[in-house]
């Protein structure tokens, strides 16, 4: 299975609820990134956060780090309609590429 | 500021004819370079990476090849499509020294028939 895999696979929730996804990984990590795809577009950065980090806030965006248990969450508070994209994190694992996992697609209904 | 051009934005190929896939990018000097397809509703697969002028390491072997002619230019080829060719293609580049954050763009969906 890949390096970084997300759940759930899809997340549906009302205007203003909070989101929360999880993503899970198998080997040692330097960082972990956040990325935010709209459909049919490029990947967007959103949050990064190192091995030596637990917790790292971005604007609406919190992000966890527990290297135990080699997961991270992303939770994206009191959400908006615009949020709507697909979810993916990725990890760096000092080789010279990034390994994506399949993403989480969040529905945010208006 | 720095930005990521691809082209064309869509693709449509039939199985056996050749592709070429360009990406370039303004505003940063010896960016890293990649190459990644994307399956409907998937994840991203690296095919392609790149840290200067004609150095390319490529991650699985398949029907498809990458040039870097120049410092900020990445070529996507193939000689001869296969159905399995279909997806879409994403480049991302990322900034020289420390910088850890790939910055993609917009893509390029190609549909081989």
């Known amino acids: 299975s890949q390096q970084g895999e997300e759940d759930p696979q899809a997340l549906s929730i009302q205007e203003g609820e909070n989101a929360t996804m999880n993503c899970s990984y198998k080997t040692s990590i330097n960082n972990l990134q956040w990325y935010r795809q709209n459909s049919g577009r490029g990947l967007v950065h959103l949050i990064l956060i190192r091995s030596n980090e637990r917790e790292k806030h971005s604007g609406r965006l919190r992000v966890t780090l527990d290297t135990s248990k080699k997961s991270s969450s992303l939770l994206i508070t009191a959400s908006r309609a615009a949020d709507t994209a697909s979810y993916f994190c990725a990890t760096d694992t000092g080789r010279r590429a990034l390994t994506f996992g399949s993403g989480t697609r969040l529905q945010v209904q208006p | ?113």
């Open chain 2, 1 to 113: 500021s720095q930005t990521i051009h691809q082209w064309p934005a869509t693709l449509v190929q039939p199985v056996g004819s050749p592709l070429s896939l360009e990406c370039t990018v303004e505003g940063t000097s010896n960016p890293n370079l990649y190459w990644y397809r994307q399956a409907a509703g998937r994840g991203l697969q690296l095919l392609f990476y790149s840290v200067g002028i004609g150095q390319i390491s490529s991650e699985v072997p398949q029907n498809l090849s990458a040039s870097r002619p120049q410092d900020r230019q990445f070529i996507l080829s193939s000689k001869k499509l296969l159905l399995s060719d279909s997806g879409f293609y994403l480049c991302a580049y990322e900034r020289g020294g420390a910088e850890e954050t790939q910055y993609f763009g917009p893509g390029t969906r190609l549909l081989v028939l």
